[in-house]
């Protein structure tokens, strides 16, 4: 009677559990264990609720593996070795989308939904879906994971909470703090000018982390970092000494625009004034994708 009542009872609980051969990811875990397999998602899952197991079906034909939150430092989609700035946007506290055109999230990662989709939760609180194609990264456990990918940070970048780089405290590289005062700042591509919210005083000293990359023509080889396209320079452009694609700012709807490009050092603010951010080009139509900025300002 009672092998009959666990085999039933592990029925009901396989039950709540559904494959769907659609997407495969990699569980890398907090010792550095990798597991890949097809996502499974958990039919139970209630809307805004944040559950504490999620699986991958392994061996077809066998039960799935089931994991825990805390087991798992990230969740990868697509292969390969994460960049260097991807491991430094790594928060203290909470996890971190990484999506495949390298746009980056901060939140919390809420399940994975019929195999191919991802729910999320974003720092405000909302929660959204998006398809698992365009998602490359989840980290769940960041210290784990720069453990698991050997990073020791950066320290010209500022990635900590409170300011500081990570493995140090108090001053960076620079002999200077800095605070994050714009996060997760959409430059659009097709757009002369971002407003960004964030009000500037002359001599402010600021720096930029833009993640991302923008497509400046149509047809092949238009793509850009921030840094823009080096040997596509030209008076037409606002910043000339930069790239066209490359990322600028300026202050003031009337004010002159200055280079920031893939330069994550410190940037000296020449006016006071509402701060703007653009992408260096003449002409808007023909554009498609954004960066994504953080915008620190030195104390």
């Known amino acids: ?70 087991q798992v430092a990230v969740i990868d989609f697509m292969g390969g070795s994460p960049r260097n700035d991807e ?56 210290q784990a994971a720069r453990t698991v990918f050997h990073f020791r940070g950066n320290p010209n970048r500022n990635a900590g909470n409170n300011g500081a780089p990570y493995g140090r405290s108090g001053q960076n590289a620079y002999g ?21 919210g964030v009000d500037v005083m002359q001599g402010d000293v600021m720096r930029f982390d833009a993640q991302g990359s923008v497509s400046f023509i149509q047809g092949s080889n238009n793509t850009t970092d921030a840094g823009g396209k080096n ?27 200055f280079a920031i490009g893939s330069n994550r050092g410190p940037i000296t603010v020449p006016a006071t004034g509402r701060l703007y951010l653009g992408v260096n080009d003449d002409a808007f139509g023909d554009n498609s994708g954004a960066f994504t900025v953080t915008i620190m300002r030195g104390r």
């Not at 909302?126 to 998602?135: G, K």
């Not at 703090?177 to 659009?188: C, E, K, P, Y």
């Not at 040997?231 to 625009?257: C, D, F, R």
Request: with cysteine; aromatic share 6%; glycine share 10%.
């Open 1 to 70: 009677m009672a092998r009959r009542i666990l085999a039933a009872a592990v029925a009901i609980c396989l039950s709540g559990w559904a494959l769907h051969a659609a997407e495969r990811a990699t569980f890398i875990l907090t010792d550095g264990e990798r597991v890949s397999g097809t996502v499974v998602f958990h039919t139970n899952t209630r809307e805004n609720l944040i559950d504490n197991d999620f699986s991958l079906g392994v061996t077809p034909g066998q039960p799935e593996q089931i994991f825990h939150y805390d």
């Open 87 to 142: 491991l430094a946007a790594l928060p203290d506290n909470g996890h971190l989308l990484v999506m495949r055109n390298g746009s980056t999230q901060r939140g919390h990662f809420v399940n994975m939904i019929g195999g191919d989709t991802v729910r999320w939760q974003d720092e405000n609180g909302s929660t959204r879906e998006m398809p698992i194609r365009d998602v490359g990264r989840i980290y769940l456990n960041p």
């Open 176 to 196: 200077r703090n800095f605070q994050i005062v714009g996060s997760n700042v959409q430059v659009q591509a097709n757009t002369p000018w971002t407003d960004t």
């Open 231 to 257: 040997e596509m320079k030209g008076s037409q452009y606002p910043v000339s000494s930069l790239g066209v694609g490359a990322l600028i700012g300026k202050v003031g709807t009337n004010g002159t625009p």
